[in-house]
Nanobody, 117 residues
Framework: QVQLVESGGGLVQPGGSLRLSCVAS????????MGWHRQAPGKQREMVGL?????????SYADSVKGRFTISRDNTKNTVYLQMNSLKHDDTAVYYC?????????WGQGTEVTVSS
């Protein structure tokens, strides 16, 4: 069982930045692929990006956030980050992290991001 705890959400103005964190339990974090997803009000959950397992990981992103968001990981802290820059109203959502452990997927409880002036 892997537990995930997200943090860092909040209210930010358009054009601003936030960094979300997701801390995972377990001793084999470096072997987990990690993802960030979001769900806006009234919409389905969508993938924001993924980072592969390993020391640095290779990240890929949804077109809607490419060039603005960056996923990174620190395996010494069992943490994956989502750096969000140039935020837009459309980025308003609850953000979730996901751990892929073999054939299993684990989700955090989410952290809310509101982009508003």
């Amino acid at each position: 069982q892997v537990q995930l705890v997200e943090s860092g959400g909040g209210l930010v103005q358009p054009g601003g930045s936030l960094r979300l964190s997701c801390v995972a339990s377990g001793s084999e974090f470096s072997t987990f692929a990690m993802g960030w997803h979001r769900q806006a009000p009234g919409k389905q959950r969508e993938m924001v990006g993924l980072i592969t397992s390993g020391s640095g990981g290779s990240a890929s992103y949804a077109d809607s956030v490419k060039g603005r968001f960056t996923i990174s990981r620190d395996n010494t802290k069992n943490t994956v980050y989502l750096q969000m820059n140039s935020l837009k109203h459309d980025d308003t959502a609850v953000y979730y992290c996901r751990a892929v452990v073999g054939q299993r997927h684990y989700w955090g409880q989410g952290t809310e991001v509101t982009v508003s002036s």
